[in-house]
């Protein structure tokens, strides 16, 4: 019997990647939700904290390149699979910890194995989508990063309070076990997949090209990473991740020792700016076809334009140290929240515009890697300077970043060329 075809597949792809990653950024922000309470009981200082931090940053880091090429090498249903059984297991070994140094050791096999997921995303996108609907469909599994930001406080308070900590961290990585078994039963790429009609395989295939066997030579690490295009979009991104580090793993802790909140009022408020986040997810997956639709602006162009309009927004955010209420300090998270997934969006959709699709994975890997080397010196920084000079001056170089990211973009815009030309975009 011929298997049932379910229309509108690879917005079904899109979907279960989304769950995918509310999954993943809810284990990756239960430490932060937890910050205040193991900072108390296990007796952490500001700085060693960050080393923590730096612990799941430095791994992270490292190993989104290699994900990349794994997922690129392996395929995205198995490769994707085994990396989020690793990142749901060393969730929930957190709970194993005794003191900063066990937390630094957890949360760096933590960052091996979650690297692979926003590289897994954009090959997804790559190969199951035309360069048209490429950014609304990264909008879309981009919203898992800030829903998962925006549950996490919730759900972890609430397990705290029920429970203890260690079951927030059991918990929160054991349902990362159900979505991998969920993955692989449902995954197949587009050429192969039962369920996918005749007429959406057709009007996916004809807007991308073939995707070939990803081979990693040497001659080809160099050309990737000495290509003016890879720094183009490594750099605005190396400027735009230390916020969303910020929102991530620093809010809670800031909320605690700058605004006086407790545990049951940080849970009442640092979900919000994962709420605007949700909104910039969406505006930044749908302003490029915007353009090109109503103002017939060009692909490239039409990202450009989006992350220079929400870098201007950034400002909001670099101005919380000026603002005596913890509300309004909240409503500038917001603001950021917003603005930075809007660019973040646009940015990472960029290199499934400009590389081949077998080389997206290893390509986006290198650009979040720089990204994440700016998030993680940027979160060191914190760590020394926070309880010395408090978090305002810090916050408000987040106000500059992104705006030096979007002079590099506009500079150098003619350096970003779509694979496969204009025609095919």
Same mark, same amino acid.
């Given at each position: 019997?011929?298997?049932?075809?379910?229309?509108?597949?690879?917005?079904w792809?899109?979907?279960l990647i #989304?769950?995918?990653t509310?999954? $993943?950024?809810?284990a990756? $922000?239960?430490?932060?939700?937890?910050?205040?309470? /193991?900072?108390t009981?296990? +007796?952490?200082?500001?700085?060693?904290?960050?080393?923590?931090?730096?612990?799941?940053?430095?791994?992270?880091? &490292?190993?989104?390149?290699?994900?990349?090429?794994?997922?690129? %090498?392996?395929?995205?249903? &198995?490769?994707?699979?085994?990396?989020?059984?690793?990142w749901?297991?060393?969730n929930?070994? +957190?709970?194993?910890?005794?003191?900063?140094?066990?937390?630094?050791?957890? =949360?760096?096999?933590?960052?091996? #194995?979650?690297?692979?997921?926003?590289?897994?995303?954009?090959?997804?996108? #790559?190969i199951?989508?035309?360069?048209n609907? %490429?950014?609304?469909?990264?909008?879309?599994? $981009?919203?898992?990063?800030?829903?998962?930001?925006?549950?996490?406080?919730?759900?972890?308070?609430?397990?705290?309070?029920?429970y203890?900590?260690?079951?927030?961290?059991?918990?929160?990585?054991?349902?990362?076990l159900?979505?991998?078994?969920?993955?692989?039963?449902f995954?197949?790429?587009?050429?192969? +997949?039962?369920?996918?009609g005749?007429?959406?395989r057709?009007?996916?295939?004809?807007? %991308?090209p073939?995707?070939?066997? @990803?081979?990693l030579?040497? $001659?080809?690490?160099?050309?990737?990473?000495g290509?003016?295009?890879?720094?183009?979009i490594?750099?605005? %991104?190396?400027?735009?991740?230390?916020?969303?580090?910020?929102?991530?793993?620093?809010?809670? /802790?800031?909320?605690?020792?700058? =605004?006086?909140?407790?545990?049951?009022h940080?849970a009442?408020?640092?979900?919000?700016?994962?709420l605007?986040?949700?909104?910039?997810?969406?505006t930044?997956?749908?302003?490029?076809?915007?353009?090109?639709k +109503?103002?017939?602006?060009?692909?490239?162009? @039409?990202?450009?334009?989006?992350?220079?309009?929400?870098?201007l &927004?950034?400002?909001?955010?670099g101005?919380i140290?000026?603002?005596?209420s913890?509300?309004m300090?909240?409503?500038?998270?917001?603001?950021?929240?917003?603005?930075?997934?809007?660019?973040?969006?646009?940015?990472?959709?960029?290199?499934?515009?400009?590389?081949?699709?077998e080389?997206?994975?290893?390509?986006?890997?290198?650009v979040g890697?720089?990204?994440?080397?700016g998030?993680?010196?940027?979160?060191l920084?914190?760590?020394?300077?926070?309880?010395?000079?408090?978090?305002?001056?810090?916050?408000?170089?987040?106000?500059?970043?992104?705006?030096?990211?979007?002079?590099?973009?506009?500079?150098?815009?003619?350096?970003?060329?779509p694979?496969?030309?204009?025609? =095919?975009?």
């Amino acid at each position: 019997m011929p298997a049932t075809k379910i229309p509108h597949l690879r917005w079904w792809i899109i979907a279960l990647i #989304s769950l995918g990653t509310i999954v $993943n950024y809810i284990a990756r $922000n239960s430490l932060g939700v937890l910050a205040p309470q /193991l900072q108390t009981h296990m +007796h952490i200082s500001t700085a060693q904290y960050s080393y923590v931090l730096a612990a799941f940053q430095g791994a992270y880091t &490292l190993m989104q390149p290699v994900c990349g090429y794994v997922v690129d %090498r392996l395929g995205l249903r &198995l490769g994707f699979t085994l990396f989020a059984v690793a990142w749901s297991l060393a969730n929930m070994a +957190h709970a194993l910890a005794t003191g900063w140094m066990g937390l630094a050791l957890f =949360r760096g096999l933590l960052g091996m #194995s979650e690297a692979a997921a926003i590289p897994s995303g954009m090959k997804a996108v #790559s190969i199951w989508f035309p360069a048209n609907e %490429r950014s609304m469909a990264v909008g879309w599994f $981009n919203l898992g990063t800030s829903v998962g930001g925006m549950i996490a406080p919730a759900l972890v308070v609430a397990l705290l309070l029920a429970y203890n900590w260690q079951a927030a961290f059991i918990v929160t990585g054991g349902i990362g076990l159900v979505w991998a078994a969920l993955w692989y039963g449902f995954y197949r790429d587009p050429e192969v +997949h039962p369920a996918l009609g005749e007429s959406e395989r057709a009007h996916i295939l004809a807007g %991308r090209p073939p995707v070939q066997k @990803s081979k990693l030579t040497l $001659n080809k690490l160099i050309g990737l990473l000495g290509a003016p295009k890879f720094w183009t979009i490594a750099i605005p %991104r190396f400027l735009a991740e230390p916020a969303w580090q910020v929102f991530s793993f620093w809010i809670p /802790l800031y909320l605690a020792k700058e =605004r006086g909140m407790d545990l049951k009022h940080i849970a009442a408020f640092a979900w919000l700016p994962f709420l605007a986040a949700d909104a910039g997810a969406l505006t930044g997956g749908y302003i490029a076809p915007f353009l090109i639709k +109503h103002f017939g602006v060009k692909l490239i162009p @039409s990202r450009v334009y989006g992350i220079a309009g929400a870098a201007l &927004l950034m400002i909001g955010p670099g101005c919380i140290g000026l603002v005596a209420s913890p509300h309004m300090a909240i409503a500038l998270f917001c603001i950021g929240g917003f603005a930075h997934q809007t660019l973040s969006i646009l940015i990472n959709t960029l290199t499934a515009d400009v590389y081949a699709p077998e080389d997206v994975g290893m390509a986006n890997g290198f650009v979040g890697q720089m990204g994440w080397i700016g998030g993680l010196l940027f979160s060191l920084l914190i760590g020394q300077l926070a309880d010395k000079v408090g978090f305002g001056p810090l916050f408000g170089a987040l106000g500059v970043f992104d705006l030096i990211g979007a002079a590099v973009l506009i500079l150098a815009i003619k350096q970003l060329v779509p694979f496969g030309g204009e025609a =095919r975009a």
